[in-house]
C-alpha cells in the first residue's frame, strides 16, 4: 500500500479520508463493509493512530461511516436518500371492511415462482441459513424420542420449550410463567387466537399504516374492521395519533409491531412503548403485540416486550421462530396476558396441537446456546445488506425514489413519485425474474400505489444486483411512460 505524502500539504487525516472515499469509488469498499482497525492504517500509512481516529470521527460526522461500541467504523450508503418520518398531508381514514386482494395472491405465488429472485418475501433466514444446524439437531432428537415424533403434543405445547421461552422474557424483565405460554403454528395462527379473544366480527382494529398484508388479510378472514393509525418511519405508531383515534373511533383493539415494524423497519423507543400501553389500558382497550423481528434489531439493545408494562393484563405478545431460525417449523407462541383461559380453548378448537418434532429441534437449538450465535452473525449480516441495498437502490432508481433506514429486520420501503403506481409492472418484473411486494397490499384502503418493499434478507451476490437494477430500470421507465402521455393529453 501506498504511504502517505507527509512532505504534503494536506494534513495526514485528510489524506486518510481521500484514501477511504477512493477506496469506496473504485469499489473496494461498500456500503456496510467495516473500515479498516485504526491500529492497521496507523502501521500501514506509518501514521499515529490518534491521526486515523481523527480521520474516522471527520467521516463519521460527514455521515460517511458509523461507529459501532466496540466493532469498529462501518461504511454508510451515504447516497441513499432516506425517506422523510411524516408526509406534509396524511388524511385520518374511517375504520373499513378489508376486501380480499389477489395481488397478496400473487406476491405469495411468486415466492415460488423458478428462476425468480424474492424480494417480495421477508425471509431473513436467507441471509445466514440454519438448514445444517437444525437438520443434525433433528436427527438427534428423531433417534431418542421415536414413535413420540408422530404422535399428537399437549394443546399448549413442549413444556421444555416453553420454559426456555419464559427464561428469555424473564432476562428482559417480563415475569410470565410457562404454563401460560402457548405455543401455535407460527405467529400467524398466534395473532389470530389473540384477535378472536378480544373481537369479534364487525369489531374494529386499529393497525399501523403502512401494516404487514398478513396482518390485514386476517382481519378479512376474521371478519372484522380496520383502522388505518399513521406509522412514522423512525418512531412507529404516534401515541398523539393514537390518542386521537381512540376519541374518534370505537376501537375493540389494537394490533401493533411495535419493536419492529414490517415494511417500515421502525422501532419505538422502550419509553414511547410504555407510554402507548398506559394509553390503551387508560380505555381498557387490548394490545396484540406482533414481536416476530424483535430479536432483528440493529440498535444496541433488543427492544423491551409492550407487556413489561402492562398493570391490567391487556397486553398479548406474539411471535415466532420463522424470521430468526425455521420459517418451515411454523413455530411460534402467544404470551395470552389476561386471556389465557380462551386462548387455550381456541387454541385447542383451531389446531388441537402443534408439531412436537419442530418443537423439540428448537428446544436443542435453543439450549445448545448456537440460536444466539447464530443470531448474532444474522443481525450483523442483515444490517450489512441493508447499507448495500440501500446504495445500489440509490444509484440505480430515479434520484426522486426515497428510501427507508430501517433499525432492524429485513425489508426496504421505498417511495417512488407520486405518478408512480407499483401494482401496475409487477407483471413486467416477473417475466424480468424478479418479485417485490407492491405498496398498495400494505394498506387495507389502497393507499401507498406508489411505494414497493423489497427485502434485503438474502444471500447476497450478482443476482441480487441484477434484480435491483431490473426493478429500477422499471421505474424508470414507467416515469417515461406516464410524462409521454402526459405530452400527448395536451397537445
Same mark, same amino acid.
Given at each position: 500500500?501506498?504511504?502517505l505524502?507527509?512532505?504534503?500539504?494536506?494534513?495526514?487525516?485528510?489524506?486518510?479520508?481521500?484514501?477511504?472515499?477512493h477506496?469506496q469509488?473504485i469499489?473496494a469498499?461498500?456500503?456496510?463493509?467495516?473500515?479498516?482497525?485504526?491500529r492497521?492504517l496507523?502501521?500501514?500509512?506509518?501514521?499515529?493512530?490518534?491521526?486515523v481516529?481523527?480521520?474516522?470521527?471527520?467521516?463519521?460526522?460527514?455521515?460517511?461511516?458509523?461507529?459501532?461500541?466496540?466493532?469498529?467504523?462501518?461504511?454508510?450508503?451515504?447516497?441513499?436518500?432516506?425517506?422523510?418520518?411524516?408526509?406534509?398531508?396524511w388524511?385520518?381514514?374511517?375504520?373499513?371492511?378489508?376486501?380480499?386482494?389477489?395481488?397478496?395472491?400473487?406476491?405469495?405465488a411468486?415466492?415460488?415462482?423458478p428462476?425468480?429472485?424474492?424480494?417480495?418475501?421477508?425471509?431473513?433466514?436467507?441471509?445466514?441459513p440454519?438448514?445444517?444446524?437444525?437438520?443434525?439437531?433433528m436427527?438427534s432428537?428423531?433417534?431418542?424420542?421415536?414413535e413420540?415424533?408422530v404422535?399428537?403434543?399437549?394443546?399448549?405445547g413442549?413444556?421444555?420449550?416453553?420454559m426456555?421461552l419464559?427464561?428469555?422474557?424473564q432476562?428482559?424483565?417480563?415475569?410470565?410463567?410457562p404454563?401460560?405460554?402457548?405455543?401455535?403454528?407460527?405467529?400467524?395462527?398466534?395473532?389470530?387466537?389473540?384477535?378472536?379473544?378480544? &373481537? =369479534? !366480527?364487525?369489531?374494529?382494529?386499529?393497525?399501523? @399504516?403502512?401494516?404487514?398484508?398478513?396482518?390485514?388479510? +386476517?382481519i %378479512?378472514? *376474521?371478519?372484522?374492521?380496520?383502522?388505518?393509525?399513521?406509522?412514522?418511519?423512525?418512531?412507529g405508531?404516534?401515541?398523539?395519533?393514537?390518542?386521537?383515534?381512540?376519541?374518534?373511533?370505537?376501537?375493540?383493539?389494537?394490533?401493533f409491531?411495535?419493536?419492529?415494524?414490517?415494511?417500515?423497519?421502525?422501532?419505538?423507543?422502550?419509553e414511547?412503548r410504555?407510554?402507548?400501553v398506559?394509553?390503551?389500558?387508560?380505555?381498557?382497550i387490548?394490545?396484540?403485540?406482533?414481536e416476530?423481528?424483535?430479536?432483528?434489531?440493529?440498535?444496541?439493545?433488543?427492544?423491551?416486550p409492550?407487556?413489561?408494562?402492562?398493570?391490567k393484563?391487556?397486553?398479548?405478545?406474539?411471535?415466532?421462530?420463522?424470521?430468526?431460525?425455521?420459517?418451515?417449523?411454523r413455530?411460534?407462541?402467544?404470551?395470552?396476558?389476561?386471556?389465557?383461559?380462551? &386462548? =387455550? !380453548?381456541?387454541?385447542?378448537?383451531?389446531?388441537? @396441537?402443534?408439531?412436537?418434532l419442530?418443537?423439540?429441534t +428448537?428446544? %436443542?437449538? *435453543?439450549?445448545?446456546?448456537?440460536?444466539?450465535?447464530?443470531?448474532?452473525?444474522?443481525?450483523?449480516?442483515?444490517?450489512?445488506?441493508?447499507?448495500?441495498?440501500?446504495?445500489?437502490?440509490?444509484?440505480?432508481?430515479?434520484?426522486?425514489v426515497?428510501?427507508?433506514?430501517?433499525?432492524g429486520?429485513?425489508?426496504?420501503w421505498?417511495?417512488?413519485?407520486?405518478?408512480?403506481?407499483?401494482?401496475?409492472?409487477?407483471?413486467?418484473?416477473?417475466?424480468?425474474g424478479?418479485?417485490?411486494?407492491?405498496g398498495?397490499i400494505?394498506?387495507?384502503?389502497?393507499?401507498?400505489?406508489?411505494?414497493?418493499?423489497?427485502?434485503?434478507?438474502v444471500l447476497?451476490?450478482?443476482?441480487?444486483e441484477?434484480?435491483?437494477?431490473?426493478?429500477?430500470k422499471?421505474?424508470?421507465?414507467?416515469?417515461?411512460?406516464?410524462?409521454?402521455?402526459?405530452?400527448?393529453e395536451?397537445?
Amino acid at each position: 500500500m501506498k504511504l502517505l505524502d507527509k512532505s504534503s500539504s494536506a494534513y495526514l487525516y485528510q489524506q486518510v479520508i481521500d484514501f477511504i472515499e477512493h477506496q469506496q469509488k473504485i469499489g473496494a469498499l461498500q456500503a456496510g463493509d467495516k473500515l479498516p482497525s485504526l491500529r492497521k492504517l496507523s502501521r500501514q500509512f506509518e501514521i499515529s493512530v490518534p491521526t486515523v481516529k481523527q480521520a474516522y470521527i471527520e467521516l463519521e460526522r460527514q455521515g460517511h461511516v458509523c461507529a459501532k461500541p466496540q466493532s469498529g467504523y462501518y461504511l454508510k450508503a451515504v447516497q441513499a436518500r432516506t425517506l422523510k418520518p411524516r408526509p406534509a398531508k396524511w388524511a385520518q381514514c374511517a375504520p373499513v371492511e378489508v376486501q380480499g386482494r389477489s395481488m397478496i395472491e400473487q406476491v405469495h405465488a411468486a415466492v415460488h415462482l423458478p428462476d425468480t429472485v424474492a424480494l417480495g418475501i421477508s425471509n431473513p433466514i436467507q441471509a445466514h441459513p440454519t438448514d445444517k444446524a437444525l437438520a443434525r439437531l433433528m436427527r438427534s432428537v428423531l433417534s431418542k424420542v421415536s414413535e413420540k415424533a408422530v404422535s399428537y403434543g399437549p394443546v399448549t405445547g413442549d413444556a421444555k420449550l416453553r420454559m426456555q421461552l419464559a427464561f428469555r422474557y424473564q432476562d428482559q424483565g417480563v415475569e410470565i410463567n410457562p404454563d401460560d405460554i402457548v405455543i401455535t403454528n407460527g405467529a400467524q395462527e398466534a395473532l389470530s387466537i389473540a384477535l378472536q379473544c378480544v &373481537a =369479534k !366480527r364487525g369489531d374494529v382494529i386499529a393497525i399501523e @399504516s403502512p401494516c404487514f398484508f398478513g396482518i390485514i388479510e +386476517l382481519i %378479512e378472514t *376474521l371478519g372484522m374492521k380496520a383502522l388505518e393509525v399513521y406509522t412514522c418511519t423512525e418512531d412507529g405508531v404516534c401515541v398523539e395519533d393514537l390518542a386521537e383515534a381512540i376519541n374518534q373511533h370505537n376501537i375493540t383493539a389494537c394490533l401493533f409491531s411495535t419493536a419492529i415494524n414490517n415494511p417500515l423497519g421502525s422501532m419505538k423507543t422502550d419509553e414511547q412503548r410504555q407510554a402507548i400501553v398506559t394509553l390503551l389500558e387508560k380505555h381498557d382497550i387490548p394490545l396484540i403485540e406482533d414481536e416476530v423481528y424483535s430479536e432483528i434489531y440493529f440498535t444496541d439493545h433488543k427492544p423491551k416486550p409492550a407487556q413489561l408494562y402492562s398493570e391490567k393484563g391487556l397486553v398479548m405478545t406474539c411471535s415466532s421462530f420463522s424470521k430468526t431460525a425455521a420459517p418451515g417449523y411454523r413455530i411460534g407462541w402467544l404470551l395470552p396476558g389476561k386471556f389465557e383461559e380462551q &386462548a =387455550k !380453548r381456541i387454541k385447542r378448537a383451531q389446531s388441537s @396441537s402443534t408439531p412436537m418434532l419442530q418443537q423439540w429441534t +428448537l428446544n %436443542e437449538y *435453543l439450549l445448545s446456546g448456537d440460536y444466539d450465535r447464530h443470531l448474532c452473525v444474522l443481525r450483523k449480516k442483515l444490517e450489512y445488506n441493508c447499507e448495500r441495498m440501500r446504495a445500489l437502490i440509490a444509484d440505480n432508481f430515479p434520484p426522486e425514489v426515497c428510501i427507508s433506514k430501517p433499525q432492524g429486520g429485513s425489508v426496504l420501503w421505498l417511495r417512488c413519485q407520486s405518478h408512480v403506481n407499483t401494482s401496475k409492472f409487477f407483471q413486467q418484473a416477473l417475466a424480468q425474474g424478479v418479485s417485490f411486494a407492491p405498496g398498495v397490499i400494505f394498506s387495507p384502503s389502497g393507499r401507498y400505489k406508489n411505494y414497493m418493499r423489497v427485502s434485503f434478507g438474502v444471500l447476497w451476490g450478482t443476482n441480487i444486483e441484477t434484480a435491483i437494477k431490473v426493478l429500477g430500470k422499471l421505474v424508470y421507465e414507467y416515469t417515461s411512460k406516464q410524462k409521454i402521455a402526459q405530452l400527448m393529453e395536451k397537445q
